[in-house]
Each structure stands twice: as structure tokens, then as C-alpha cells.
């Protein structure tokens, strides 16, 4: 199995909390992203990072914020969180090349009350 | 942007039969991959099987195949011989080829696939 980590794996916080949610990779991939999976959508993509300090939107970024100063660690952060954000965040991880697969990490679940 | 459209919320199979999980997918591209992910209760995502999209040859690991049509944008998954341990939600996703590395995947909704013993 891929290096990843997820932590926490569960969390409950409350409406306007801030959260940051961290992924932990041991493969020296160059390539993570954060996803988030809810009911009846599968895995949407929230950001991702093609380097370190180079990151980049995805489908459903608004109210999401990450940062990579380092290879191996992506945060992703929830300045105020919101009720809509109650969900699984699945952070993956990739080599270079377009046709090789994304190894997830065990999940995080998140519910914000 | 791509969309991926599984039409089958849930199917169910009897233990050993074999079942076909549908996929549709829209893209203007002419390179990209195709995958099948599996998740099972505990949550974790597993690659099932990967198509490159170049490659006309459907792509085959034991028991798991595709039917690929890329004309009509069908990325179909056939289980043969059924077995209690593929009762688990499935998958199926995009990746642009342009991108490289920093395209993420586009997933479809998902099929709940119940395995009668």
C-alpha cells in the first residue's frame, strides 16, 4: 500500500470553526490532491499541488484553503466551517506521469455541527 | 469539462454470476484514462483497472474487464464469478492526458454493487 496518512481520521467541530486537515505521504510523489466525498456526488475535487507552494483550484474549492511547504505534507484548511462542509475528505497522491493511478489515503471524516 | 455518468445507483448479482456496471463519460479530448475504483466498507478507494484511452485492446486483471467504446463514450466493467469480497461501492473516473500529473480525477456518482450468497 501507498504511504499516505490522513489525520485526523474523524473530527467534530462546530459552525465557524476553524479545521486543518493534514496528508502525510511517504512515496515522494509529486502530486496531491484533497477530495471530498458526499452522498450521491462520488469524490469531487477540492485543490490539488504539483509541488511544493504550487497549488491549484479544483471543482469545489470555495471556502477551502491548502498549502505545501514540503513534499510530503498537504494541508487542508477550513478557515470557517460551515455545516455544508459535514464530510469524508479523502487526500491522494500521484507520480508524474498522467496514466499512473492516484493512491488514496484512509479518509477523514469530518462532521461540523 | 468532463462529465462521468454511472446510470446504475445499485445492482445486486448472485454469488458467481457475473455482472456488467455501466459507465458513460463526455470529454472533447482524444487522449485520457479511464479508471474503476472500489471502495468497500472500510472506505478505502481501490484501483480496480485503468484504460488508456490510445489503446484499443480492453483492458483485463482476473476476474475484472472493461468494454471500452470510445466512439460512444462507454466504459463498462464486467465481474465475472462474483464473489462475496466485491460487495462494495464502484467507481468509475476520468483523467485528462493533457494535464500531466496535475489533473485531478473526475468521478462518476458511483454503483452499489450487493452480492446475493
Known sequence: DAGITQ??????????TPVTLRCHQTENHRYMYWYRQDPGHGL???????????????????GYSVSRSKTEDFLLTLESATSSQTSV????????????????????????L | AQTVTQSQPEMSVQEAETVTLSCTYDTSESDYYLFWYKQPP??????????????????????FSVNFQKAAKSFSLKISDSQLGDAAMYFCAYRSYSGGGADGLTFGKGTHLIIQP
Request: hydrophobic fraction near 25%.
Open chain 1, 44 to 62: 469531487r475535487l477540492i485543490h490539488y499541488s504539483y509541488g511544493v507552494k504550487d497549488t491549484d483550484k479544483g471543482e469545489v474549492s470555495d
Open chain 1, 7 to 16: 489525520s485526523p481520521r474523524h473530527k467534530v467541530t462546530e459552525t465557524g
Open chain 1, 89 to 112: 475528505y479523502f487526500c491522494a497522491i500521484s507520480e508524474e506521469q498522467s496514466y499512473n493511478e492516484q493512491f488514496f489515503g484512509p479518509g477523514t471524516r469530518l462532521t461540523v
Open chain 2, 42 to 63: 472500510s472506505r478505502q478507494m481501490i484501483l480496480v483497472i485503468r484504460q488508456e484511452a490510445y489503446k484499443q485492446q480492453n483492458a483485463t486483471e482476473n476476474r
